[in-house]
């Protein structure tokens, strides 16, 4: 990256279909984003009728395919003035919390964190009962409460902005701050 490059967006998919066609909206508005996505959000994406290869032909994509996830490295690069993960699994989100970094999404939220730069994380499991899309349609979740636990954690995380509704991610966004 060069000096006078403005920093992009990072913004990563994990395996949930909560408000995916919602948040994929936002990811294709925006011409400042790369997205990052885990191993179980390629196969949700093709399980939600998403075409991967159409998506990478428009957007930079980094996807989880290595052990060592070299696109960290765009994070001490100074790259990113954000990092975006939405939607946010549970298991992802217990993750975060655990200090657990063995996905891109988790590693790249952990560096993220290491070189200061602001995360806004739309977790999927926020209530006690709640209505979501699935691969079918519209089913309703009763998150456990270990995952209510684990997003109110997340939520005194330093550098984290938790969002716990599609209405909070839009705001975040627009009010630039983390």
Known sequence: ???TDTPRLAWALTGSGHYLRECLELVE????VDLFLSRAAAEVLAMYGFDLKRLRERITCYRDTTASAPPVA???????????????TSNTV??????ISDTLVT????????CRVPSIIFACDTAP??????PGGQVMVYPRTIDLEN???????????VV???????????DGEP
């Open 94 to 99: 217990a993750k975060m919390v655990c200090g």
């Open 164 to 174: 716990d509704s599609f209405a909070a991610l839009v705001a975040a966004l627009a």
């Open 29 to 32: 508005a925006r011409a400042d």
């Open 129 to 134: 009962a709640m209505e979501t899309e699935a």
């Open 107 to 114: 590693n790249i939220y952990a560096q993220a964190g290491k």
């Open 151 to 161: 997003v109110e954690r997340l939520r005194g995380f330093a550098f984290t902005r």
């Open 1 to 3: 990256m060069h000096p």
């Open 74 to 88: 765009r994070f001490y690069q100074g790259c990113y003035s954000r990092l975006v993960v939405a939607p946010t």
